[in-house]
C-alpha cells in the first residue's frame, strides 16, 4: 500500500489534501542530505546495519545512490516509525524535535521523489487461479445454475488486504482433489445423460434439515417421540422426473399402527400406515416432478400415543423412525424441458460412428471459448473431441462422453487461472498492451468477480474492446449490471473489513445482539456502497452521506421509530438522517461493532481503523513491552474509560500513536459496543469532543465527520489505492504512484464520483498494460 506523506507535529497532518512533503519550503538538497545522513549514523545505524539489521530494516545504505528505489519498502517503514516518533527507541540517545522533523521530511521526500516521465512501468501480475468467490460466481455465469461448489474449497489466502492476489493464491494438493470433485459435480448438473439417474443423498444433518415437534436426530436417523415433522430442502437444476425414498421403522402402542406423511412442497403425496419396526424399517419410494429451483420434501409423524400406565411396557409409546433419505433423477426428462446447453448436445447426436468428433466439436464450440475466456483454434479442442470419442468406443453415450468432456474442460489451467502473456514478454523491459481477451477477463474480475460475458468477449474477438470509447461504454454497461454486486462482495466487504462481522460475538451480558441485527448492519453497509456506486454519487458520501438504508430491525436499533413503525418487517429503505447524529459508515452499526471489545466500545480500535481504512495512514505496531490498558485502570477503577486511558497515554511508549488514534476514535464514543446511541456509559457522560494534533478541535461525531470531510482527498486518495490494488490483483509500487495522481487528478475536477474512479483505474497503464519478469 502507498503510504501518504504525514507528519503528527505539523499542523498539515493527515487533513492535508496534499502531501507534507510539497508543503515545506524547498532547501538546499546537499545540507538536508548531509543532516539526514549525520542523523541516522547518529540515531539508527547501530542497530539497523548490514550485520544487525532489527525488524528486518537497514539504513546503513542512506547515502548510497539509487537506495531508496531499491528499498523502498524499508524506507516507508523508516518513514512510519519517524512519522509517529516511535524511534529512536526510549532508551536510547533521542534526537531533537527538529532534527526528527527533518531527518522525516527528507525520507519522505526521497521516497515521493519519481519522475513520472521517466518512470514507465506498470508492473507484472503474478498468474493467479480463480479465488473462491471468482469460481462460485463464473459457474453461475456460464451454466445458469445455482450451485457453490467453492464453498467446499479451502479458504483463499490474503495479501494486501485482499484475497485475489497473485502472489498468495497457492495451489496446495488438497484443493487440486477439490477441483476434481467440482468439475466431475458441475458436468453432472449441466449434462443430462438419459439413463444415469443421478443418486443424491438427502443428507441427515443440520445443513439442510429443520425438526420440528418432538423429533431429533438419533444416529444415523431421525426418531419422532411425538408427533412432528422433518423438513429436507434439496435444490434442482434439471425439470424431470425424480424418485424419493425413505426407510421408515416404528415403536408401535395404542389401537393403531404408527402413521407417516409425505408432502412435496406443502402439498401431501402419500398417507401411510408404518408395520414395519424399527429395526427392520421399510422403503417407501414416492415419484415426484421437479422443476429447476429449491423444494421441500416433508416427512410427518401424524399419530403420536403415549399411555405410560399401560401394563405392557412395550405398548405406552408409539414412535417413528426416519432414514436414508435419497432423491434419485431426472429419470426421464422430455426434450423441450432439456437447458439450451443439453438441447444442442439433443440435436447434435451423432448418426453414425464417424461423425462423434465432428458433433462433438460442433458442441463444444458453443461454450468452450467463454470457459477458457478466449477464442480457440481446431487443434485446441480436437483433444476434448477426441475424449468424447473414447467414451463412445467404450459402449457409452454421446451424452455421457460430452460430461467427460466437459469435466476435463473444468480442470484445465486455462479455465482455473487467469493467463495473460502466453511467454510474449520475456524481460523486466518488456512492456505491451494487454490483448482484448485479457483485457476482457481483467475486466469482468474486477467489476462481477466473474467471468466475461458473451458482449466482452464478442467485442475481445473484434478487436474492439480496447478502444476507449468502446471501453468506456462497456465499464457503464457492467456497472448498471446485478453482477456488480460482486465488486461488493469481493472488494467492499474486505476494505471494511465487514468479512469479520460473522465472527464478531459481543459480550450477551452486556448486549442484546440477535442473528438478525448483524445481518441487517451488513446488508446495510453493502446496499451503501452499491447505492454510491451505482448511482455514481461523490466517495465522500462514505463519510458525510446524510442518508442510510435500514429495515425494521435496524430502524429500532438506531432509534428511527417512525420508521421503525412504518416498515416492512425486512425490507430495506432508503432513509434520511438529517437531524439524526448519524453520518455515512463511519456510523453503521457495522463498522462501529468491527471496532469494539465484546463488552464495550473500543476507542483505541476505532481511532486505527479510521487511520487506516479512511485515511490510508498504518500505525506501527505496538512495541513488545507496551503496558496494558488493564494497569491504568485498575489503579483508576473509579475513573471513567477516558480517564483511565489518558493515565494509559502518559506513557511515552504509547503517547505518540495513542495522540492520533484516541482523539479519532472518542469522537465516536456516543455509540456502544453495537453502535447504538447514547449519552452515558454506565454513570458517567459521555465526552466525545477532541483535540487533533494539527489542534483542530471538535464536540461529538458530527463535528469530528465535518473535520474528516475536509480531508476529503486523503479518503479519496485511500480508496483510489485500495481499489486499484483489488483490480490488478498486487501490491503497489512506487512506479504505481504516478497513475495514482493521474487517477486523482480526474477524481477532483469531477467532484470525487465514484465512477469516474474506476472509469480511471480501468483506462491507467497499470490495467492496460504489464512488463515481463526478470529472468535473472
Known amino acids: 500500500?502507498?503510504?501518504?506523506?504525514?507528519?503528527?507535529?505539523?499542523?498539515?497532518?493527515?487533513?492535508?489534501?496534499?502531501?507534507?512533503?510539497?508543503?515545506?519550503?524547498?532547501?538546499?538538497?546537499?545540507?538536508?542530505?548531509?543532516?539526514?545522513?549525520?542523523?541516522?549514523?547518529?540515531?539508527?545505524?547501530?542497530?539497523?546495519?548490514?550485520?544487525?539489521?532489527?525488524?528486518?530494516?537497514?539504513?546503513?545504505?542512506?547515502?548510497?545512490?539509487?537506495?531508496?528505489?531499491?528499498?523502498?519498502?524499508?524506507?516507508?517503514?523508516?518513514?512510519?516509525?519517524?512519522?509517529?516518533?516511535?524511534?529512536?527507541?526510549?532508551?536510547?540517545?533521542?534526537?531533537?524535535?527538529?532534527?526528527?522533523?527533518?531527518?522525516?521530511?527528507?525520507?519522505?521526500?526521497?521516497?515521493?521523489?519519481?519522475?513520472?516521465?521517466?518512470?514507465?512501468?506498470?508492473g507484472r501480475v503474478t498468474i493467479r487461479r480463480l479465488n473462491r468467490l471468482e469460481y462460485n460466481n463464473t459457474i453461475r455465469d456460464l451454466f445458469g445454475i445455482d450451485f457453490k461448489p467453492a464453498d467446499d474449497f479451502p479458504s483463499d489466502d490474503v495479501g494486501e488486504g485482499f484475497d485475489n492476489i497473485g502472489d498468495v493464491l497457492s495451489l496446495p494438493p488438497l484443493l487440486l482433489e477439490k477441483y476434481l470433485a467440482a468439475a466431475e459435480q458441475i458436468s453432472e448438473r449441466i449434462v443430462y445423460v438419459p439413463g444415469a439417474e443421478a443418486a443424491n443423498e438427502v443428507a441427515i444433518d443440520k445443513e439442510n434439515i429443520s425438526i420440528e415437534g418432538g423429533g431429533r436426530i438419533s444416529g444415523s436417523s431421525i426418531g419422532f417421540f411425538s408427533n412432528g415433522t422433518v423438513t429436507l430442502v434439496v435444490s434442482i437444476e434439471t425439470k424431470g422426473k425424480y424418485e424419493f425414498s425413505v426407510d421408515v421403522g416404528?415403536?408401535?402402542?395404542?389401537?393403531?399402527?404408527?402413521?407417516?406423511?409425505?408432502?412435496?412442497?406443502?402439498?401431501?403425496?402419500?398417507?401411510?400406515?408404518?408395520?414395519?419396526?424399527?429395526?427392520?424399517?421399510?422403503?417407501?419410494?414416492?415419484a415426484m416432478d421437479l422443476a429447476p429451483g429449491r423444494h421441500k420434501i416433508e416427512l410427518s409423524f401424524i399419530n403420536d400415543f403415549y399411555n405410560p400406565k399401560h401394563p405392557d411396557p412395550t405398548q405406552r409409546d408409539r414412535n417413528i423412525y426416519f432414514s436414508n433419505g435419497t432423491l434419485v433423477g431426472p429419470t426421464s426428462v422430455p426434450v423441450d424441458e432439456l437447458s439450451a446447453f443439453n438441447k444442442i448436445i439433443h440435436e447434435n447426436i451423432p448418426q453414425q460412428p464417424n461423425d462423434v468428433t465432428k458433433e462433438a466439436a460442433v458442441v463444444l464450440n458453443m461454450i468452450i471459448h467463454r470457459v477458457f475466456r478466449r477464442e480457440l483454434n481446431p487443434d485446441e479442442i480436437e483433444p476434448y473431441c477426441n475424449l468424447v470419442q473414447l467414451v463412445v468406443n467404450q459402449g457409452e453415450s454421446f451424452q455421457r462422453g460430452m460430461q467427460v468432456a466437459v469435466n476435463a474442460i473444468l480442470v484445465s489451467p486455462r479455465f482455473i487461472f487467469r493467463l495473460e502473456g502466453g511467454g510474449k514478454e520475456n524481460s523486466v523491459k518488456s512492456i505491451r498492451d494487454l490483448d482484448d481477451y485479457e483485457l476482457a477477463s481483467r475486466l469482468s474480475y474486477f467489476i462481477w468477480c466473474s467471468t466475461p460475458d458473451d458482449e466482452l468477449l464478442n467485442l475481445a474477438r473484434e478487436g474492439k474492446l480496447s478502444n476507449e470509447k468502446v471501453l468506456r461504454g462497456q465499464l457503464s454497461r457492467m456497472l448498471n449490471d446485478p453482477r456488480v454486486r460482486g465488486l461488493t462482495v469481493g472488494f467492499a466487504t474486505q476494505w471494511l473489513n465487514l468479512r469479520n462481522l460473522a465472527e464478531v460475538e459481543p459480550d450477551p451480558d452486556v448486549y442484546d445482539f440477535p442473528e438478525e441485527l448483524r445481518v441487517s448492519m451488513q446488508s446495510e453497509t453493502e446496499r451503501f456502497f452499491e447505492h454510491v456506486l451505482q448511482e455514481n454519487l461523490s466517495v465522500l458520501d462514505f463519510i458525510n452521506g446524510k442518508y442510510t438504508f435500514v429495515n425494521q430491525t435496524l430502524a429500532t436499533h438506531y432509534g428511527l421509530q417512525d420508521v421503525a413503525s412504518a416498515s416492512d418487517g425486512d425490507r430495506f429503505v432508503q432513509v434520511s438522517l438529517d437531524g439524526v447524529p448519524r453520518s455515512g459508515i463511519l456510523t453503521h452499526g457495522s463498522i462501529l461493532t468491527l471496532t469494539s471489545n465484546p463488552n464495550r466500545s473500543a476507542p483505541v480500535k476505532r481511532g486505527k481503523w479510521i487511520m487506516e481504512n479512511i485515511l490510508g495512514v498504518r500505525p506501527p505496531d505496538p512495541p513488545a513491552d507496551v503496558p496494558e490498558i488493564a494497569a491504568a485502570r485498575k489503579s483508576l477503577p473509579n475513573a471513567s474509560f477516558r480517564e483511565q486511558l489518558n493515565l494509559h497515554r502518559e506513557n511515552a511508549v504509547c503517547a505518540s500513536c495513542h495522540g492520533q488514534m484516541d482523539p479519532l476514535g472518542f469522537g465516536f464514543e456516543n455509540f456502544d459496543g453495537i453502535g447504538k446511541y447514547r449519552t452515558k456509559d454506565g454513570e458517567f457522560a459521555i465526552d466525545s469532543s477532541g483535540i487533533l494534533p494539527s489542534g483542530e478541535k471538535f464536540d461529538g461525531p458530527m463535528e469530528l465527520v465535518d473535520i474528516l470531510t475536509n480531508s476529503g482527498e486523503a479518503f479519496a486518495r485511500t480508496l483510489t489505492e485500495r481499489m486499484l490494488v483489488f483490480a490488478l490483483g498486487r501490491g503497489l509500487d512506487y512506479y504505481d504512484e504516478c497513475a495514482v495522481e493521474k487517477i486523482m487528478k480526474q477524481l477532483k475536477k469531477d467532484e470525487y464520483r465514484f465512477q469516474t474512479m474506476m472509469l480511471h483505474i480501468v483506462l491507467s497503464d497499470p490495467f492496460l498494460k504489464r512488463r515481463g519478469e526478470d529472468k535473472q
Open 250 to 286: 416404528a415403536e408401535q402402542a395404542g389401537p393403531e399402527l404408527a402413521k407417516m406423511e409425505l408432502a412435496l412442497d406443502g402439498k401431501t403425496l402419500l398417507k401411510q400406515s408404518v408395520s414395519a419396526l424399527q429395526n427392520t424399517p421399510r422403503k417407501y419410494t414416492v
Open 1 to 122: 500500500m502507498l503510504v501518504r506523506v504525514l507528519k503528527f507535529t505539523l499542523p498539515c497532518w493527515f487533513f492535508m489534501a496534499t502531501s507534507c512533503a510539497i508543503a515545506q519550503p524547498k532547501v538546499d538538497q546537499q545540507i538536508a542530505s548531509a543532516r539526514a545522513v549525520a542523523f541516522f549514523q547518529n540515531y539508527c545505524i547501530e542497530c539497523h546495519n548490514k550485520d544487525e539489521a532489527m525488524s528486518g530494516v537497514r539504513v546503513d545504505h542512506v547515502a548510497e545512490v539509487g537506495s531508496f528505489l531499491e528499498h523502498r519498502k524499508s524506507w516507508k517503514r523508516v518513514n512510519e516509525v519517524l512519522r509517529f516518533g516511535a524511534m529512536p527507541p526510549e532508551d536510547a540517545e533521542q534526537p531533537s524535535t527538529k532534527d526528527l522533523e527533518q531527518a522525516q521530511l527528507w525520507v519522505a521526500n526521497r521516497i515521493d521523489s519519481i519522475d513520472c516521465d521517466l518512470i514507465k512501468d506498470p
